[in-house]
């Protein structure tokens, strides 16, 4: 894969606007390629052989080597820049797309269930790649439904809190959801985005928890040997089959800090398996003592489910359960994971210690990524527009793109999106991700503020090497 000397832009620190700045043979020519993105650092990618090792970071740099600033623009200038019309909920029209996705669900149903069958499909084989094709697009269809109830917990649905909550918890419940137990912790996630302390998704592990991780010393990362691809790809399956499950039940990728929970809730609590921390429990740390009416309405949602679901399975047999719900259901986890992942897990993203957050720069350590017409149209934009939604929870799906383009300018180069390949390139950076992303540590010589700014970094030779630590 050739290079280039890409353009990138930064916001300026005292007027916000954006100039460009040409890489030169002396600062960071080696950084991979631009995507189509014009206005992100982010939208670059780099093959394993494209090793940037040579570069010496003085300053903050990203996983490839490009300068970063720490955003210094304010959310009332993000509130301020977007059209007073983008704010405008409509409950009617948000019912109208929840009506549209469970149509295209019913539809599909029943035009596997009465001519996708033994009688009229004699051959095995093709009815099982019939019906794998129904669990995929059922799955499409779920996952429109799911990012709706997604938009009623953050009452971007309509003007009533209750419409809101009500249609939320139908929809999520129906999908195994337990509606108010993630709302409540999903907030918790937009309001410490990009802090290593409190975020409560896909928190990279630092230096010496990965270091822990592979039964290595902090000082060893710069010399560990690469990880196989074999085993990236092992541990993506799993994360893509699971990964939601284990948020759900164990708390996987969400920060385990919980001795700090102001309750005592926390104490002698920690993620994993049997370590009370979960999305159920109303002694869970994620929860304070006010949410726990909610958890149990959350819960009596999934039995409510749970026991339609059973008598399907006892009246049209287990297997036909399986490939009818489950399947389908699957794959709505698969795509939740793939989209939050790559929402928060990107080379060119910071992650914040205490010292150094805010909500307004963790809110700018997400990407927006492109889909095309899955993602604009089926998934309602979720993947487009997130950067936008984690300034403004509250502006509609169908509202997010005019909004998204008003806050460009305010952010300057801290905008970030990766639109290269369109969905495949989305496909692509999942794997990239993986590679590129397994720690996050301070960048060379950074002190003061700048200390508290990590970027990813890796033992695969990808973008800039980890820090050479002396041993003590």
């Not at 993105?37 to 003085?58: A, D, F």
């Not at 300053?59 to 490009?66: A, H, R």
């Not at 200038?77 to 549209?100: K, N, T, W």
């Not at 002694?283 to 999934?302: A, M």
Request: hydrophobic residues 35%; glycine residues 8%; charged residues 15%.
């Amino acid at each position: 894969m050739a290079t280039s000397k890409p353009t990138t832009r930064r916001a300026n620190a005292s007027t916000n606007s954006v100039a460009p700045v040409i890489s030169s043979a002396n600062s960071y020519s080696t950084t991979p390629n631009h995507s189509a993105s014009s206005t992100s650092l982010s939208s670059m990618s780099m093959s394993e052989s494209e090793v940037t090792s040579k570069i010496s970071p003085t300053k903050l740099v990203d996983t490839y080597g490009n300068p970063f600033t720490i955003p210094d623009y304010t959310i009332k200038q993000i509130r301020d820049a977007i059209p007073a019309h983008c704010f405008r909920r409509s409950g009617l029209r948000g019912l109208g797309y929840v009506f549209r996705d469970m149509a295209c669900l019913a539809t599909v149903f029943t035009i596997y269930y009465n001519y996708v069958t033994p009688a009229t499909v004699p051959s095995l084989a093709l009815r099982v790649a019939l019906w794998s094709v129904y669990g995929f697009v059922q799955g499409l269809f779920g996952t429109g439904l799911w990012v709706l109830a997604h938009e009623c917990g953050h009452q971007s649905f309509s003007d009533s809190k209750i419409f809101n909550d009500t249609v939320g918890w139908i929809v999520h419940s129906s999908l195994l959801v337990p509606y108010f137990s993630w709302k409540i912790s999903h907030g918790k996630h937009h309001k410490a985005t990009g802090h290593m302390e409190r975020d409560m998704v896909f928190v990279p592990r630092t230096r010496e928890a990965y270091a822990s991780k592979i039964g290595k010393f902090v000082e060893e990362l710069s010399e560990v040997m690469e990880e196989t691809p074999i085993f990236t790809a092992g541990h993506m399956i799993g994360q893509q089959l699971l990964g939601w499950l284990l948020y759900l039940s164990i708390n996987t990728t969400g920060h385990n800090c919980h001795q700090k929970q102001l309750e005592g809730k926390g104490t002698g609590k920690e993620n994993g398996m049997g370590g009370g921390v979960n999305h159920f429990t109303t002694s869970s740390p994620l929860y304070e003592r006010k949410d726990e009416k909610l958890i149990l309405l959350s819960d009596l949602g999934l039995l409510i489910v749970g026991s339609a679901l059973y008598y399907i399975g006892s009246t049209f047999g287990w297997a036909n359960l399986a490939v009818w719900y489950f399947l389908p259901y699957l794959w709505v986890n698969h795509w939740l994971v793939a989209i939050t992942f790559l929402q928060h897990t990107d080379p060119t993203l910071p992650h914040y210690t205490p010292l150094t957050w805010t909500y307004t720069r963790g809110a700018a350590a997400t990407i927006d990524r492109e889909f095309g017409f899955i993602g604009r149209h089926l998934f309602h934009g979720i993947i487009e527009t997130h950067v936008l939604h984690h300034y403004v929870s509250t502006i509609p799906f169908y509202n997010a793109d005019e909004a998204t383009e008003a806050i460009k300018p305010i952010m300057g180069s801290h905008y970030r999106s990766d639109t290269a390949g369109g969905p495949i390139g989305f496909l692509k950076s999942m794997w990239t991700s993986a590679r590129t992303c397994q720690w996050v540590e301070k960048c060379e010589g950074a002190e003061g503020e700048d200390s508290g700014v990590l970027f990813f970094r890796n033992r695969n030779g990808l973008g800039l090497k980890p820090t050479v630590l002396k041993t003590q």
